[in-house]
């Protein structure tokens, strides 16, 4: 029998203790209304099964973004009108650029914060 933990999270195959985290430094792009970010990329024998960006605004206003991976990066809250996405452009764990879309589900607004990687670290 399935640990219970499995039957709930039914992607994960590993428990998130198991989980490896390779974090990355970004830089926005001067189109972004952002100020810096940090990603924490969580892995398990390469499969990248959940993504954190901690993004600061130029106002000083921490956003974090919790991204579910399956066959994209997605997010969605109750009740929020918008839905994020996010694309890593090269290696899932050594990616050179990322991007995070935001679309409006009750009209057509779009927009894309394009991101620059610094550089990208295994924690322990």
Known sequence: MRPRWMV???ALA????????TACTLTPNEKS??????LRIFHYEDFVHSIVL???????????YLFV??????????GDLDRYRLTLEGAPLAPERVVLETEGLQDDF???DIFDVEGCRDLP
């Not at 901690?54 to 974090?64: F, K, M, S």
Request: hydrophobic share 35%.
């Open 8 to 10: 709930l999270c039914g």
């Open 14 to 21: 590993a428990t998130p203790a198991m989980a490896d985290v």
């Open 33 to 38: 209304g952002l100020a810096s970010a940090e």
């Open 54 to 64: 901690e993004a600061r605004t130029e106002y000083g206003d921490d956003l974090p």
């Open 69 to 78: 991976c399956e066959t994209t990066c997605a997010m969605e809250m109750k």
């Open 110 to 112: 779009t927009h894309s």
